[in-house]
């Protein structure tokens, strides 16, 4: 089941993702980084998500990044990625951080390569780290 209650694949009809997303930030305070909820949706119905942490001062844990799966492949993942920078920088966080392994999301090792090369993308940096496990980082402006 996935973050939004559906399974993978049990809409399978595509959404389409409008250009612009409305976005819902939930903080613990205005201050903080932790525990922060950013949700994405069409208007009315819920697209995707991130959640982040504080793992030190200064830095941002992206503990989950998520589309739905009708979503997908649409350029969400890259907006909420965005936002979620854009969210950080103004909270005065120096860099983000987050790990890509095998979990509900990212069965294979295919996919954890794949899912890793797309944040190496969009400006992150990779380690290894074990078997199918990989620690990404980027420096925040």
């Given amino acids: 089941m996935d973050e939004l209650g559906q399974r993978d694949g049990e809409n ?3 959404v389409v993702v409008p250009e612009q ?12 980084t932790m525990g922060t ?6 208007g009315e119905n819920q697209l ?4 982040l942490s504080d793992r030190a001062a200064g830095v941002a844990w992206i503990e989950l990044l998520y589309v739905i799966p ?6 969400l993942g890259a907006k909420i990625l965005r936002f979620v920078e854009a969210h950080c920088s103004a909270h005065g966080v120096r860099e983000i951080q987050g790990e890509v392994s095998i ?8 996919e954890v390569e794949e899912t890793a090369a797309w944040f190496e993308e ?14 990404i980082s980027k420096a925040i402006k």
């Fill in 48 to 51: 995707g998500k991130a959640y």
């Fill in 122 to 135: 969009r400006g992150f940096t990779r380690r290894k780290d074990g078997e199918a496990h990989w620690v």
């Fill in 103 to 110: 979990n509900d999301y990212t069965v294979t090792e295919e």
């Fill in 37 to 42: 909820d950013i949700f994405a949706f069409d």
């Fill in 70 to 75: 009708p979503a997908r492949r649409q350029g």
């Fill in 21 to 32: 997303v409305e976005w819902e930030t939930r903080l613990p305070h205005e201050s903080a």
């Fill in 12 to 14: 399978e009809e595509k």
